[in-house]
C-alpha cells in the first residue's frame, strides 16, 4: 500500500511564502492523482490543487496564480509551493492520492502540516 507523509508547514507573514512537501511511501506508479486539500477547524475539508500521474494541474480559484503544485517522481515526493499567502490560508493541509492501476477505487490521506498566515 501507499503511505503518504505530509511535513514543511510553518508560521508566516501574510505576503510572504512557503513550500510543503508530501513523501510518497510506496510506489508513484500506483497513483493516478495527488493533491493538496486543506481544513480549518469546524469546515469540510477543501481541495487546494492536484496533479496526475501526465502532470496534469488543476487548482482551486483562490489559489490560482499563487499556489503551484509539482511532483518528483523519481524522490517519490510532491509539493505545493504558495507564494503570497493570505491569513485565509491559514489551515491544515492534507496530502491525499488516488490509487491507479491494481490500487483503482483506493485512497490515501497523509496527516496533514500545519500552515498559519498571520496578519
Known amino acids: 500500500q501507499v503511505q503518504l507523509q505530509a511535513y514543511g508547514g510553518g508560521l508566516v507573514q501574510a505576503g510572504g511564502f512557503l513550500r510543503i512537501s508530501c513523501e510518497v511511501i510506496g510506489s508513484m506508479f500506483d497513483i493516478y492523482t495527488m493533491g493538496w486539500y486543506r481544513q480549518t477547524p469546524g469546515n469540510q475539508r477543501e481541495m487546494v490543487a492536484t496533479i496526475n500521474y501526465l502532470d496534469v494541474k488543476n487548482y482551486a480559484d483562490f489559489v490560482k496564480g499563487r499556489f503551484t503544485i509539482s511532483r518528483d517522481v523519481a524522490q517519490n515526493m510532491m509539493y505545493l509551493q504558495m507564494n503570497s499567502l493570505k491569513p485565509e490560508d491559514t489551515a491544515t493541509y492534507y496530502c491525499?492520492?488516488?490509487?491507479?492501476?491494481?490500487?483503482?477505487?483506493?485512497?490515501?490521506w497523509g496527516q496533514g502540516t500545519e500552515v498559519t498566515v498571520s496578519s
Open positions: 491525499q492520492a488516488d490509487g491507479a492501476r491494481r490500487a483503482r477505487g483506493r485512497e490515501y
